[in-house]
């Protein structure tokens, strides 16, 4: 499910099946967009290096203030990746429209403290972009919310299949919700810098997937009155990040983690997973630096990563499925951060829809 988010982007290809993970992506791809990549280094190299470089100095300065001047225990620096173009990566079966417009995605999910920071720009100008990023992923042991009926330790088993979603793919992607649940699942909208700070809880795994975060970027949105995302125009990207395997397995040997159901002898690696190669395709490093907050991983970790967006591109909405929850025990609850006290009236007078 993979589309180069590319100024000329290809047609999609027709859904095939493989067995077991997709293994490497095709090595053309690399060489059929080198001149576009080569492109992008010689306009806005020098510009996107001092970007990451001043939003790593602000990770690193921002963790020494809170551990009174000592270093961070442990930090990655493997995303090198700012001068390549994002490769648009499928929304797998459990995205949901219309999510709680919300910084905090956490709700009651016990797990790592996650502070997620990305940073997206304009591939045609170099400059920074604004966008509402939807971001939802898998709790400590596997489940989605909305589908914790069909999810957790054998949820993975959807094939791999080569090109962007599309409408043969409807099938697989448009999977009716079984609860109304919304924990880690949340819209916000980047400043106008293009930087954006979400909070949630380190994901956790299950059978056919590594560990990962999704995204989509919307340049065009605005929020309803009961504080939902309404998306006006199409997104630009589908993504997934992933997690170094050293941090994952530091992680999965914590609680809640040590309760999934699959024992994490047996989870994947990134380069084991059906999308990790597709995703880190054309070079792109689709791993987050990760820096560590105490000595503890408990103490909680710090993701960032830069998305470089086409916005030509429009990226296929595949499912219908909306957020449905109590309004008015979440507005009483104060988990609609975003909400109009006039829809908690028409929702008592009986007239809302």
């Not at 499912?319 to 109590?326: E, G, L, R």
């Not at 309004?327 to 829809?353: H, I, N, R, V």
């Amino acid at each position: 499910m993979v589309a180069l988010n590319l100024i000329a982007v290809a047609a999609a290809t027709l859904v095939t099946y493989v067995a077991a993970h997709a293994g490497p992506a095709p090595s053309t791809w690399k060489r059929d967009n080198l001149a576009t990549r080569d492109d992008l280094e010689k306009r806005c190299g020098a510009e996107l290096y001092a970007r990451r470089l001043k939003r790593s100095l602000a990770v690193t300065e921002g963790v020494l203030a809170r551990r009174g001047g000592v270093l961070p225990p442990r930090q990655t620096s493997s995303n090198d990746s700012t001068c390549f173009v994002t490769p648009e990566v499928t929304q797998g079966p459990y995205h949901i429209l219309g999510e709680i417009v919300r910084q905090n995605i956490t709700e009651d999910q016990p797990g790592i403290p996650l502070e997620v920071n990305i940073d997206f720009f304009d591939i045609a100008t170099c400059e920074p972009i604004q966008v509402w990023v939807d971001s939802w992923h898998a709790n400590a042991t596997g489940y989605y919310a909305g589908y914790v009926g069909q999810t957790g330790g054998s949820s993975g088993g959807f094939p791999a299949y080569s090109g962007a979603d599309d409408p043969s793919a409807a099938s697989m992607l448009n999977v009716a919700t079984g609860d109304n649940s919304t924990f880690l699942r949340g819209v916000w909208q980047t400043d106008t810098d293009g930087h954006i700070t979400m909070y949630s809880i380190y994901p956790g795994w299950y059978t056919g997937r590594a560990i990962h975060y999704h995204i989509k970027a919307y340049p065009e949105g605005s929020i309803a009155d009961n504080g939902t995302f309404i998306a006006t125009g199409d997104a630009v990207h589908t993504g997934q990040f992933f997690f170094d395997n050293a941090t994952s397995a530091a992680a999965a040997a914590t609680y809640p983690y040590t309760e999934n159901a699959i024992d994490w002898a047996d989870a994947l690696s990134n380069e084991e997973d059906m999308w990790y190669p597709y995703q880190a395709a054309t070079g792109y490093n689709a791993m987050m630096d990760v820096t560590w907050v105490g000595e503890d991983i408990t103490d909680g970790l710090i993701g960032s990563i830069a998305v470089g967006l086409n916005l030509t591109y429009a990226s296929p909405e595949l499912s219908t499925q909306y957020a449905d929850f109590d309004f008015e025990g979440y507005y009483e609850s104060s988990m609609l951060p975003s909400a109009s006290p006039t829809e908690l009236t028409l929702s008592a007078s009986g007239t809302a829809c």
